[in-house]
């Protein structure tokens, strides 16, 4: 063992140590390296942000008005279906109360936004649970 010991040797620093400016140089390069490769992501980031927000804002507007076409083909689903499912009872019509309107105080033209239930009544359950985030609870 004491052979082996002697065949080590441990690697030290120059006699007299190091120079102080190349201690001192080498942080400041690696500093300056860091710093300008920190600019470069956060210029790489602004504008790849500028971006994401740009094609955001331009299909906003479409996104908006399919979920409103999605929407008001859902109601007219629902509406051909009470047609269908009423058409033998006598004295039905469509959106009241066997010919009394639901809401006498509103205008005939307004549109009454059904509740969540009503919206769904005659859709898929898949539809209805995906929206109201059923599956997550069981």
């Not at 500028?50 to 629902?78: G, T, V, W």
């Amino acid at each position: 063992m004491a052979t082996a010991e002697a065949q080590c040797r441990q690697d030290l620093p120059p006699p007299g140590g190091y120079k102080r400016w190349a201690l001192f140089g080498g942080y400041l390069a690696m500093t300056a390296g860091a710093g300008y490769l920190y600019y470069l992501n956060c210029k790489a980031v602004k504008i790849t942000d500028l971006e994401i927000r740009s094609a955001s804002l331009a299909i906003y507007p479409m996104l908006l008005a399919e979920r409103d076409r999605e929407y008001l083909k859902q109601l007219r689903r629902n509406r051909d279906e009470e047609n269908e499912l009423m058409r033998n009872v006598e004295g039905w019509k469509t959106g009241t109360w066997y010919g009394e309107p639901i809401y006498h105080t509103q205008d005939k033209n307004l549109l009454i936004n059904p509740r969540f239930q009503e919206y769904y009544v005659h859709a898929s359950y898949k539809d209805y649970t995906n929206r109201a985030h059923i599956g997550l609870l069981s």
